[in-house]
């Protein structure tokens, strides 16, 4: 049974830094793409970065380019989001997510909540201003 569990979420002040995980386990994720999306209360999910697992691919929401990094640890099948100069809007819960990388690279399919099969439980992210 594939699992992604996410801890690590929390209040930070604006201007600070978070890094979110994401331990996938339950199958082979070499063919896979891993996405973070976020969703603010009253808002539709949207898109914050998505990579390959392969790492050769990393695309990221102009929102937050130059701010946020994915990466990935193949040894412990974790992805990471490290969050810096955090911003009130930036105040979501933020989801991983795990799907086909053909999906991933087929048009802009990597923004497409659609495009990933497996989703964590979510983790709250609160930026105070």
């Known amino acids: 049974q594939v699992q992604l569990v996410e801890p690590g979420g929390g209040l930070v002040q604006a201007g600070g830094s978070l890094r979110l995980s994401c331990a996938a386990s339950g199958r082979s994720f070499s063919s896979y793409a891993m996405g973070w999306f976020r969703q603010a209360p009253g808002k539709e999910r949207e898109f914050v970065t998505a990579?390959?697992?392969?790492?050769?691919?990393?695309r990221y929401a102009d929102s937050v380019k130059g701010r946020f990094t994915i990466s990935r640890d193949n040894a412990k099948n974790t992805v990471y989001l490290q969050m810096n100069s955090l911003k009130p809007e930036d105040t979501a819960v933020y989801y991983c997510?795990?799907?086909?990388?053909?999906?991933?690279?087929?048009?802009?399919?990597?923004?497409?909540?659609?495009?990933?099969?497996?989703w964590g439980q979510g983790t709250q992210v609160t930026v105070s201003s």
């Open positions: 990579m390959t697992w392969s790492g050769g691919s990393t």
């Open positions: 997510a795990a799907g086909p990388v053909g999906r991933y690279y087929y048009g802009l399919g990597y923004l497409n909540p659609a495009s990933y099969d497996y």
